[in-house]
């Protein structure tokens, strides 16, 4: 997993973000064991503090949690999974309409780009 951050948003939202992607998109399997803290800030270039504070934000969620000295998994629960993905979709289609309709787009437009890039599939 690559972590590429940017300055607009602090680095652990975008930890929780880029993980809570990976889960939903099934690059993170239900009830996979993720690597330690240390593992995942080493391989993040981040500070372990950092590191676990996204994972808090991520088990509060739900998407993931902890077994007492066995370390942080994906949760089992796919339904909750499903919700969370179909809520990230949502946000990107509401975001994309904005931003066509910024730009002038009218519904029918829009529905005519998304027919041309292969939205009609």
Do not use: H
Not at 56 to 62: I, K, R, S, V
Not at 76 to 101: G, H, P, R, V
């Amino acid at each position: 997993m690559v972590f590429d951050f940017n300055n607009a948003t602090p680095i652990y939202m975008q930890i929780v973000e880029k993980l809570k992607i990976a889960i939903i998109s099934g690059e993170l399997k239900s009830g996979e064991r993720l690597p330690s803290v240390r593992e995942l800030a080493l391989a993040s270039q981040v500070n372990p503090n950092t590191m676990q504070k996204a994972l808090g934000d991520l088990e509060e969620l739900g998407l993931i949690f902890t077994e007492r000295t066995n370390g942080k998994f994906v949760t089992n629960d796919t339904s909750l999974i499903d919700y969370f993905k179909q809520k990230y979709a949502e946000d990107l289609t509401l975001t994309y309409l904005k931003n066509m309709q910024n730009i002038g787009y009218l519904a029918n437009d829009i529905a005519e780009q998304l027919k041309k890039f292969g939205g009609n599939k």
